[in-house]
């Protein structure tokens, strides 16, 4: 069962930028589509971006404009560029298939904070 790690997290001002990155312990070229979740204090977690392996991604309203994700097979891995970071972004986010499946990594803290 393919397990994810995902890093590149940490504070930042807002309008500042940070790049995530998903390492998952197996091939993640037969899983179609890949997505990026983050759940926030007190909220459900919620996909924000997905990619699948024909290159459809979609966003979430809340990001669409400002965030990128990306998958490179090879590497068996799964990134997330934040741009224009807002303190509403502030989560724990996390990767995983879509739909999800297996456990969940430990995710990685995104605090947009002054």
């Known amino acids: 069962q393919v397990q994810f790690v995902e890093s590149g997290g940490g504070l930042v001002q807002p309008g500042g930028s940070l790049r995530l990155s998903c390492l998952a312990s197996g091939s993640i070229f037969r899983i179609n589509a890949m997505g990026w979740y983050r759940q926030a204090p007190g909220k459900q977690r919620e996909l924000v971006a997905a990619t699948t392996s024909v290159g459809i991604i979609t966003y979430a309203d809340s990001v669409k404009g400002r965030f990128t994700i990306s998958r490179d097979n090879a590497k068996n891995t799964v990134y997330l560029q934040m741009n224009s970071l807002k303190v509403e972004d502030t989560a724990v986010y996390y990767c995983?298939?879509?739909?999800?499946?297996?456990?969940w990594g430990q995710g990685t803290q995104v605090t947009v904070s002054s």
């Open positions: 995983n298939a879509v739909p999800p499946r297996g456990g």
